[in-house]
């Protein structure tokens, strides 16, 4: 009963920060609806918000090589990597938000066998998680898009990055979308001299007082026409006169589906069922109050 009341409390308080309208302010994003992008993870590192992540089976997530991996591509601890998801949801009278809290424990670690820690070059790893999610409308997994965004594309970079340089929170509460353009891959060569461009990425540039990349948002999709276009390889500039740089995913379709093919097996979760239960009952018990 107690830790019920811990989890209302807690969706109570969750639900007030969703309704605030307070976000806009900062690095120029606004707040997703999670719902509709409840695709978007957020990857922790021993608790810890490390960086962003997007499902794309029910059991794998994709994320930045440099995320998880930053010194070798064997060797580190699945155990150390869990995957919070998060969602948010309507109660029954469609009104209030409230948001649901998972987190995932990690099984197994897949990072690109050709990332190269210099170049950044194919900066994709994968998060296996202990077991398949239940597949339901506040879950699901992201369309990876079969081509390339063109130049010049309007596309939406989403994340649950720093809302701002300094800030004292090392992600944002709420899940942050912006809207960005596509540059072509000379232009950003131009721009980035101290970089590499390799041909498996691709730059978008923020729009004039609009949003851009910062800490914690690497990994999290760039989404063109809804399809995942890219993923954030680069998040550290955290400037708005900067391209930034991201994984050009239509070259890793295969890699991506080999690896979701190779830990489609597995149980389905039921935690996500369960919290689904819990927050049924909970909005039970508040509407008999
Ligand atoms: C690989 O990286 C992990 C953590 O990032 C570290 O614990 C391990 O010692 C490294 N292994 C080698 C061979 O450098
Ligand atoms: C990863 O897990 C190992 C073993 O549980 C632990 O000793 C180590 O400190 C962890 N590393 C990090 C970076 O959390
Ligand atoms: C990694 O990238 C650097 C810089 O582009 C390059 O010099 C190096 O040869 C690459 N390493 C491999 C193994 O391809
Ligand atoms: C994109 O814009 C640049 C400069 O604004 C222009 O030179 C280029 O031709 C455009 N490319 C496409 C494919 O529209
Ligand atoms: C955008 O996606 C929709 C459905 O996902 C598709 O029907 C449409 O052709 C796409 N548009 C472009 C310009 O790719």
Request: glycine share 6%; hydrophobic share 40%.
């Amino acid at each position: 009963m107690g830790r019920y009341l811990a989890i209302f409390a807690l969706l109570c308080c969750a639900s007030r920060v969703l309704s605030q309208d307070g976000d806009t302010r900062i690095v120029g994003g606004i707040s997703a609806p999670i719902s509709r992008y409840s695709f978007v993870v957020q990857v922790l590192q021993s608790g810890q918000m490390l960086c962003s992540g997007v499902f794309v089976s029910r059991r794998c997530v994709l994320t930045s090589a440099n995320c998880i991996a930053p010194t070798n591509n064997t060797g580190q601890n699945p155990e150390n990597f869990s995957v919070r998801v998060r969602t948010e949801s309507l109660n029954e009278a469609g009104t209030e938000h409230a948001l649901l809290t998972t987190e995932h424990a990690v099984s197994a670690l897949e990072v690109h066998p050709n990332f190269n820690r210099t170049s950044l070059d194919s900066d994709l790893a994968i998060l296996v998680l202990t077991r398949n999610l239940t597949p339901s409308l506040l879950v699901s997994p992201v369309e990876v898009a079969l081509n390339d965004a063109p130049d010049n594309a309007s596309v939406a970079i989403l994340g649950w990055g720093r809302l701002h340089p300094n800030s004292p929170e090392a992600f944002s509460p709420t899940l942050q979308i912006a809207e960005v353009t596509t540059i072509s891959r000379e232009q950003c060569r131009t721009r980035l001299p101290q970089q590499p461009v390799t041909d498996n990425m691709f730059c978008t540039v923020p729009l004039i007082y609009q949003g851009y990349v910062c800490a914690g948002d690497k990994g999290g999709p760039v989404l063109h026409n809804g399809s995942l276009a890219g993923l954030v390889s680069v998040d550290e500039h955290c400037s708005p006169n900067l391209p930034s740089v991201n994984v050009r995913v239509s070259q890793f379709r295969t890699w991506i589906s080999d690896m979701v093919k190779k830990h489609n097996s597995g149980h389905t979760l039921g935690g996500l069922s369960a919290t689904l239960l819990i927050f049924t009952l909970l909005t039970s018990v508040k509407l008999n109050l």
